[in-house]
């Protein structure tokens, strides 16, 4: 073996060496990173459950008013367990919670639609709120189920309703559409399929990530979207803190 | 060698040990899944500038661009392709006229700024694009903006796509309401109808992929109005850090959170 292939040969072994050693460094901040936050877990958790006892005083009063439409966000994998959804939707009416929107991509929460609104007291669907004798309780809770049906899927249905709109018009040669195609127009064609267009005020996630998992875009311009870890693992304390701190925030809508 | 030179060599050799020592953070965190598309929603410059006292409405604004310098050179260094800027809002239009105005100018002379640097070759890779309703701005700007966008055209190492008079309710409606006049436009019997596809092909930010990770300064837990359509799978990192005081280990830690939860983000990609 001569020089340079010596050269080649070792420069290689140090350049694998290298790598192992950033790799191996690589996993041990992350071991450091997952041991911060199982210790700002447990944290979490015993903040939430003297939060749940009344021992601290700054959550005893919330003003739930300002909190008029709450969505809820649940990953599919939690979503197969109904009895959290309905356990967690039975503490949001204790704190007096009056509009929650569930949603899920793969609309499993829609499916157990009837369930969901037989076992939670006081339940009824958002659409049937207004209704004569829709409820007999004096508070109900209207719920609306959401999916990922009611995101892209819905633009395109309203955005079609524009287009064959647009296309039965007598417009000149060169029209642009911005007469036809504005965000009233949207929004009112959105309605017309059947969508709720009113952005909640809150969304709460539920899932190992903060992501809003494909809630509907055109819904959620402000919304103040807040990371509550698993369902299995939900802390009544740490959904009264979410609450009380959105009921905090001052917003500028970007003025 | 008088005082003046020895600071001034002491700063060099601090300034290359630092770079040395960033290089090396970047080193690691490579070795680790990187973000192919970050983006920023550029929140706290005001609160800033009225927490340092700072004079003069572009104040905060100023102390922004500064630190938007440091993090695309951070981000090009650790390899991020793509990165957007939420610079400025359609909503943003509804504050006071003078401080729309002062914000408009600061874009443009940073704009005329970045053209020289470009034209100078100091970009080193970096393309720049602008999207969003660009002719609600001034001609002025929307000209440099669009000079920019053409000195930088041949620059692959890292994208910069700078988000100003966008929305995304304007996006979408932009969006449904080209692809309709491109469809009315097209020949043929068959029957006229959008998919997805036509609206997405439309829509401003269709010269990225969608984020990976979008970071929000400021302390809001909101996107107000960005990218709400083309984040779905993405991971939401808020922080309480002031947009010009976000440095390297706010980067960093952004970076980790993403690397953290990868293996779920690639499952839920893989479902669509």
């Not at chain 1, 929107?101 to 157990?112: A, R």
């Not at chain 2, 100018?105 to 694009?129: F, H, P």
């Not at chain 2, 001609?139 to 796509?161: C, F, G, P, S």
């Amino acid at each position: 073996m001569d020089l340079n292939q010596s050269m080649r040969l070792l420069s290689s072994w140090i350049a694998q060496i290298g790598g192992l050693g950033l790799d191996l460094l690589w996993r041990f901040i992350h071991l450091v990173v997952s041991l911060w936050y199982i210790v700002s877990g447990i944290i979490e958790a015993v903040e939430s459950y003297a939060i749940s006892l009344g021992l601290n005083k700054k959550y005893s009063s919330i003003n739930i008013e300002k909190l008029r439409c709450l969505a809820v966000v649940v990953d599919i994998e939690e979503a197969r367990d109904v009895s959290k959804v309905i356990e967690l939707l039975q503490w949001l009416r204790t704190i007096g919670v009056k509009q929650v929107g569930l949603f899920d991509s793969q609309g499993l929460l829609k499916k157990s639609k009837d369930m969901i609104l037989g076992t939670v007291p006081g339940s009824v669907l958002s659409e049937e709120i207004g209704e004569k004798n829709s409820s007999p309780d004096q508070n109900p809770l209207a719920l609306e189920f959401i999916s990922s049906s009611d995101n892209k899927e819905a633009v395109m249905k309203a955005a079609n309703i524009l287009l064959q709109d647009y296309l039965k018009s007598s417009r000149p040669e060169n029209d642009k559409g911005e007469n036809f195609f504005t965000e009233t127009h949207l929004n009112e064609a959105l309605r017309v399929v059947g969508e709720n267009v009113h952005a909640p005020d809150l969304l709460l996630v539920y899932g190992p990530i903060r992501s809003h998992l494909g809630f509907p875009a055109w819904r959620l311009r402000y919304t103040e979207i807040v990371h509550m870890g698993s369902l299995n693992y939900m802390r009544y304390g740490s959904l009264l803190k979410a609450i009380h701190k959105f009921t905090g925030v001052h917003q500028n809508y970007g003025t | 060698m008088n005082t003046q030179e020895e600071v001034g060599e002491f700063t060099q050799i601090f300034n290359a040990l630092m770079s040395l020592m960033r290089k090396f953070i970047f080193k690691v965190l490579c070795a680790g899944p990187i973000p192919n598309h970050v983006s920023f929603i550029m929140d706290g410059n005001r609160r800033f500038a009225k927490k340092h006292n700072l004079t003069g409405l572009d104040a905060g604004h100023r102390a922004g661009f500064i630190s938007v310098t440091y993090v695309l050179q951070y981000c090009k260094e650790i390899g991020i392709p793509y990165v957007t800027l939420y610079a400025f809002g359609v909503d943003n239009f509804k504050r006071q006229p003078e401080e729309v105005e002062c914000v408009m100018d600061l874009m443009l002379e940073k704009v005329e700024y970045t053209i020289n640097q470009a034209v100078s070759g100091n970009l080193k890779g970096v393309r720049v694009y602008f999207v969003g309703d660009l002719n609600s701005l001034n001609e002025r700007l929307r000209v440099a903006a669009q000079r920019l966008m053409e000195v930088t055209e041949e620059n692959k190492d890292l994208m910069v796509v700078v988000c100003v008079a966008y929305s995304t309710s304007h996006e979408i409606v932009h969006a449904v309401r080209e692809s309709c006049v491109r469809k009315c436009d097209g020949t043929g019997d068959d029957p006229v109808v959008l998919q997805v596809s036509d609206v997405e092909e439309c829509m401003y930010t269709s010269v990225v992929p969608d984020p990976d990770l979008v970071i929000r300064t400021g302390g809001g837990d909101r996107l107000s109005n960005f990218m709400t359509w083309q984040t779905s799978r993405s991971l939401l990192h808020s922080t309480a850090t002031l947009w010009p005081e976000l440095g390297l280990w706010h980067l960093v830690w952004a970076i980790l959170k993403f690397q953290r939860m990868h293996d779920y983000l690639q499952k839920k990609k893989k479902l669509d």
